[in-house]
């Protein structure tokens, strides 16, 4: 099956600082591309969708200023937390979808534990 | 109500039992459906997909009732690898906009 990586798999930082996750799909072209975050036993909550070349959508509630998204190639999204907070601490996934038609399943990265201290 | 709704559960069965889980959708133009399985601090991979006629993988069989607009999953025979959280999937027309559901915690015990 495709495969999704997402870098790095942990990071711990101190509140304030800026952290950014990439999410890349190695053996296809991920023209669409989905950011997830999901706090300890609870589901899977869609913060944006990004496509290729342009801007993200985001979802309600989550502020567009402060999870920077960028989907620069067909390979590669880069979701940045600006000046994170411990609130920010949680798992974030990503998922990509090929350059097929648009049901096609999309797969998931590793996700990125996020602690901010 | 929720666009996507499941029995969080927990289910806790013996091994070799027959354990189904339903889930419902809201959005009756709901075109595509899946079930997913997360484990522990894992991203979630997809288990199968769900046709109108039913399909079968091995222990797995997957129901979809578009009149009633649910979708059910049904272990046969279920393993101690089974435990994790099984997550329903929507995927609508329009906006390619896809629906995870909260998920059911199913544990398996010896």
């Known amino acids: 099956g495709a495969v999704v990586s997402q870098h790095p798999s942990r990071v711990i930082c101190k509140s304030g600082t800026s952290v950014k996750i990439e999410c890349r799909s190695l053996d296809f072209q991920a023209t669409t591309m989905f950011w997830y975050r999901q706090f300890p036993k609870k589901s899977l909550m869609l913060m944006a969708t990004s496509n290729e070349g342009s801007k993200a959508t985001y979802e309600q509630g989550v502020e567009k200023d402060k999870f920077l998204i960028n989907h620069a190639s067909l390979t590669l999204s880069t979701l940045t937390v600006t000046s994170a907070h411990p609130e920010d601490s949680s798992f974030y996934i990503c998922s990509a979808r090929g350059d097929r038609a648009w049901t096609e399943t999309q797969y998931f990265g590793p996700g990125t534990r996020l602690l901010v201290l | 109500r929720k666009e996507v709704e499941q029995d969080p559960g927990p289910f806790n069965v013996p091994e070799g039992a027959t354990v189904a889980f339903n889930c419902t959708y809201s959005?009756?133009?709901?075109?595509?459906f899946f079930w997913y399985r997360q484990d522990c601090r894992k991203e979630p991979k997809l288990l199968m997909s769900?046709?109108?006629s039913g399909n079968e993988d091995g222990r797995f069989t997957a129901q979809l009732n578009r009149a009633s607009q649910y979708i059910s999953l049904l272990i046969r025979d279920s393993k101690l690898s089974d435990s994790a959280t099984y997550l329903c999937v929507v995927q609508n027309t329009g906006g390619f906009k896809t629906i995870f559901g909260a998920g059911t915690r199913l544990f398996v015990k010896a």
């Open positions: 959005n009756s133009a709901s075109q595509s």
């Open positions: 769900v046709y109108s």
